[in-house]
């Protein structure tokens, strides 16, 4: 079950309304893999309008749906796409790359001594001094005040449990992640393909 501050963070999708006086900026496409689905939920796969239109030239793209907004050059005029599929399957790494942002991700952006998700950093569970390596098992988000506390020791050593123990986490683990960080704002031509506004459950 999602957390309420969670709840509260539910994307807002923007009317159709909005589109004809929309700053091209403001008009990414969402891009989808080939089974309809998103090719990332966090980030969330966007391309800047240039780079779908490109795509769609190139007949590397179907075109989903798309803004009211218009280009158009001397012999020609188009409606910007809103959501485009890619026409050849993209497949997904396993595994995702051992990075900063991806750990954050894993943790829920919050530190695993204290549940804080404020000043965030890392934290070798195994010190280095005692042998720890930095990999996926032995790094978990920590606040600072936390990380000082718990110092050159072990978590049991310096009786701060973790609230979960770390793993090297799969893709689709960290999509699942993803789909609780929703971004603030998401085209409502993108809501069928995004799971971000289903109705929840009583």
């Known amino acids: 079950m999602l957390r309420a501050d969670l709840i509260e963070r539910a994307a807002r999708f923007r009317s159709a309304g909005e589109d004809p006086s ?3 900026s403001d008009c990414p496409a969402l891009v989808l893999n080939a089974d309809f689905t998103p090719l990332s939920y966090y980030p969330l796969s966007v391309w800047p309008w240039q780079t779908a239109i490109k795509a769609v030239f190139l007949e590397r793209v179907d075109i989903i749906a798309s803004y009211d907004r218009e280009v158009h050059s001397q012999s020609a005029r188009m409606r910007l796409p809103s959501v485009i599929a890619l026409r050849q399957y993209v497949r997904v790494s396993e595994f995702p790359a051992f990075t900063r942002f991806n750990v954050f991700l894993r943790d829920r952006f919050s530190c695993q001594y204290c549940g804080s998700p404020h000043q ?7 010190p280095r001094r005692l042998g ?3 990999c996926w098992e032995n790094i978990v988000a920590a606040c600072s005040p936390c990380n000082l506390k718990k110092g050159g020791r072990t978590p049991k050593q310096a009786h701060m449990p973790l609230l979960v123990p770390p793993i090297r986490p799969t893709s689709w683990q960290l999509q699942e992640r993803g789909r609780a960080f929703p971004p603030n704002h998401l085209h409502e031509t993108w809501r069928d393909w995004l799971y971000w506004d289903v109705e929840l459950e009583a």
Request: proline fraction near 0%.
């Open 132 to 134: 720890g390596t930095t």
């Open 120 to 126: 965030l950093t890392f934290d070798h569970v195994l």
């Open 22 to 24: 929309r700053h091209l």
